[in-house]
């Protein structure tokens, strides 16, 4: 009751037209009512599983029904619309879609509505790392529905070979292993690793990625920019040298996850960072791959132990101009529950974000990766969570490219970015 | 002096002449701007207002600061010409150069190459051979594709281990930083858009007479003399149209390097991308001052393009009077001149 009357209250407070600058984050979090038909934005569904999902719902809510807007593959074009529609405060679209690292630049906005915690149940059944995508200063803005995070493809035949019994968990170890492989005769024309190296948001994913693994950060917990240390030299260097010494072939440069795969699958890489959804691809019979059956993965090897993974995945979030935001968050809760997401694996191989679905045996025999990606996503850091994440995501390119091509120093690099970064995040 | 006799010669025959038409004529002018009426609002609407809302833009700046609770504060602020001194500051500047200048050069080199495959492209489709249907539908074809699938075509092409590489028995990384991202840019650019010059010049060589090759032949004209004497001159106004609007096109360029090679990359990164870069990343104003430059930039090239060459982009000298001494007309009359003055000149030679 009490819950309910104070709900009212900030509606009310809400509703009387306080247009400009909101005064506190507190405004708009109990304002979850009003129920009825409501949307759901997001990425063109390539699977075509996500329209199963909705009608087990809409089954259920024949009066709370969710329509499906799809919006373009690209990611980019996907944030621009729900940008415009922000803008417009238009309330075509209710649940967005998010991908992971917009998080802050939306809520800072307001243009995504602050969820009450104990709105979410299942909340602590969800995997933390996940779940910290979705909040912006301690505040909680959306529920991670899908996960990701890098794994360690690599040539388990040749190791194997080349008696090694594990796959390595240092970079150290993985540079003797490939040592030891280069002696083998089927070796021949091999490189040793390859990530994503072209100037995209993959770049961003790898870089941060041997930052974190070295001990280092970009962004420190009170988001403060602090790249400029001995740590991010460390991981910077793991990849400059790698170029250098040939480990990495030359073209990783311009790899994203496709040339990468490709690279693989043709039997020109012993390891490969890379996401799941290489898995099937890499595994397919159907002459496509020179590698099925040949290879494993693993979590990433890191500096000195086991490396940390940059996250993935995605939240669904309410837009601040959505009607029906009640039906909007039961709906978010119905597509987060275990047995959502276990159907949603099950066709799409998107890996959840409940963590017991991870040692799932069924889910486990048909995905045998999933023992790895839990270890990598357990372990694994978000991206900087900036408001200005664009501008963040392009310092990082720019600074991580040219020291990858040679261009600057991996220290003048970082040196420089840090730079660059304090100005972009001013508190 | 010999424009003066005509206008002296007005005053003398007008209480004769000036009443009736006078009458028509404003009869005709306000009936003309109620007809023309619908069509200038739907300009003003569709041209004048967004140009003008572009400008207003381009002067505020919105979404720059936090509050306390790490909300950005909502509004816009007016900074007069804040977003355009910015534009030429520090790294900004060093970035807006560079695309200026990458614009420039793509625009020149593209453009001059387009111009050269594009006449010889005419010349072919236009002369009468077996097939000639199909080389002309097989040449229109780059055109017939949307830049951006172009763009991964060629971004296929040149991939690490595509077939450019191969043929070239080369190992270039042409989407990397430096002079094989240009290239890159410039010979997809160059294989979609020459056909686009092609067509005009095509359309303008189909109005020559055949008389005056004929008699630049009778005449004992050389192949190069015919095309340097007749055909150039001939094709000139649509030639100078096509160019036009190449130039222009290749100004605003981005799909094709955004594509290809890919954003923020300083090797091929052009003002528009720069204005999208901005845009973006919700930074309203300073891409609105950003597309308010390049918008100057292609106006004044256009401008002085039709001022240096003359190029009749509205049809302004076909449209004039006989006596107007209309451009094209004169040009008519004097090509066969020209070419029999080549002619003699060949034949003195031989």
Request: aromatic share 8%; proline share 5%; charged share 20%.
């Amino acid at each position: 009751m009490a819950v309910a009357s104070s709900l009212a209250l900030l509606a009310t407070a809400c509703g009387s037209g306080d247009d400009g600058s909101s005064s506190g984050g507190g405004s708009s979090a109990g304002a979850l009512e009003g129920r009825g038909p409501i949307t759901l934005a997001g990425g063109k569904d390539t699977s075509g599983n996500l329209q199963n999902q909705l009608n087990a719902w809409n089954a259920q809510h024949p009066n709370e029904k969710v329509e499906l807007k799809e919006l373009p593959e690209d990611a980019d074009a996907q944030r621009q619309q729900m940008v415009q529609n922000a803008q417009n405060k238009s309330d075509a679209f209710s649940v967005l879609n998010m991908d992971v690292v917009w998080t802050s630049e939306f809520a800072a906005n307001q243009w995504i509505t602050q969820i009450p915690e104990d709105k979410v149940p299942d909340l602590g059944k969800l995997i933390p790392a996940t779940v910290d995508t979705a909040k912006y200063r301690d505040k909680l803005y959306g529920v991670p529905i899908t996960s990701d995070g890098g794994l360690l493809y690599y040539r388990k035949d040749l190791l194997t070979k080349a008696g090694i019994a594990e796959a390595p968990k240092t970079w150290d170890e993985m540079l003797a292993d490939c040592q030891k492989v280069a002696a083998l005769p089927e070796a021949k024309g091999m490189s040793c690793y390859a990530g994503q190296f072209e100037k995209y948001e993959g770049l961003t994913v790898n870089f941060s990625e041997a930052v974190n693994s070295a001990g280092g950060v970009i962004v420190d917990k009170d988001g403060k920019p602090n790249v400029n240390t001995p740590e991010a030299l460390a991981g910077l260097q793991e990849l400059t040298n790698g170029f250098k010494t040939g480990a990495i072939p030359k073209a990783a440069i311009t790899y994203k996850e496709e040339e990468s795969r490709r690279a693989f699958q043709e039997g020109k890489l012993l390891f490969l960072r890379n996401w799941p959804y290489v898995y099937a691809k890499a595994e397919a019979t159907d002459g496509s791959s020179k590698v099925a059956g040949k290879f494993a993965v693993a979590p990433l090897p890191g500096k000195t132990g086991p490396g940390v993974s940059s996250l993935g995945g995605h939240d669904y979030a309410i837009s601040a101009f959505a009607k029906n935001k009640a039906t909007a968050i039961d709906f978010i809760n119905f597509m987060a529950s275990e047995a959502r997401q276990k159907a949603n694996i099950e066709k799409t191989s998107q890996a959840p974000t409940w963590a017991s679905l991870y040692d799932d045996p069924t889910l486990t025999k048909q995905f045998p990766y999933l023992a790895p990606l839990k270890a990598s996503i357990l372990a694994a850091q978000p991206r900087p969570k900036v408001v200005k994440y664009g501008d963040v995501t392009a310092a990082i390119q720019q600074a991580a490219y040219d020291a990858l091509s040679g261009k600057t120093q991996p220290q003048q690099a970082l040196s420089d970015l840090q730079t660059k970064l304090q100005s972009l995040i001013t508190q | 002096m010999t424009a003066t006799a005509p206008v002296a010669e007005r005053p003398a025959k007008e209480p004769k002449q000036s009443k009736r038409p006078q009458r028509f004529n404003e009869g005709t002018g306000r009936l003309a701007a109620i007809l023309l009426s619908p069509t200038l609002l739907v300009l003003g609407l569709v041209v004048v207002f967004p140009i003008i809302m572009a400008l207003r833009e381009s002067l505020f700046t919105s979404g720059t600061k936090l509050d306390a609770n790490g909300f950005i504060v909502k509004g816009s602020t007016f900074v007069g010409l804040q977003n355009y001194t910015d534009i030429f500051k520090g790294d900004t500047g060093h970035r807006f150069w560079n695309a200026a200048f990458n614009t420039t050069f793509f625009t020149v080199v593209c453009v001059v190459l387009e111009t050269i495959l594009g006449v010889a492209m005419a010349l072919i489709m236009h002369k009468a051979f077996k097939g000639r249907g199909v080389v002309r539908a097989s040449i229109l074809v780059p055109w017939a594709i949307p830049t951006v699938v172009s763009a991964l075509l060629w971004k296929w092409i040149f991939q690490a281990d595509g077939i450019a590489n191969t043929l070239l028995g080369t190992q270039i990384l042409w989407s990397t930083e430096g002079w094989q991202s240009k290239a890159s840019v410039i010979i997809a650019d160059t294989w979609k858009t020459a056909p686009f010059i092609g067509l005009l010049v095509l359309a303008g060589l189909q109005t020559i007479p055949a008389e005056v090759y004929e008699a630049a032949k009778v005449d004992g004209a050389s192949v190069w003399k015919t095309f340097t004497r007749i055909t150039l001159p001939l094709v000139k106004p649509a030639l100078l149209v096509a160019v036009l609007f190449r130039i222009l096109d290749t100004l605003r360029i981005f799909d094709l390097p955004f594509v290809l090679v890919g954003a923020h990359k300083d090797s091929v990164e052009t003002l528009s991308m720069l204005a999208y870069d901005e845009a973006f990343n919700t930074r309203y104003g300073p891409a609105a001052a950003y597309a308010t430059l390049l918008f100057i930039y292609v106006a004044v090239v256009a401008y002085a393009f039709v001022k240096i060459l003359g190029a009749d982009v509205i049809g302004e000298a076909r449209a004039k009077k006989p006596g107007g001494g209309g451009k094209a007309k004169k040009r008519r009359a004097t090509a066969p001149e020209i070419s029999a003055a080549a002619a003699t000149n060949t034949g003195m030679g031989a």
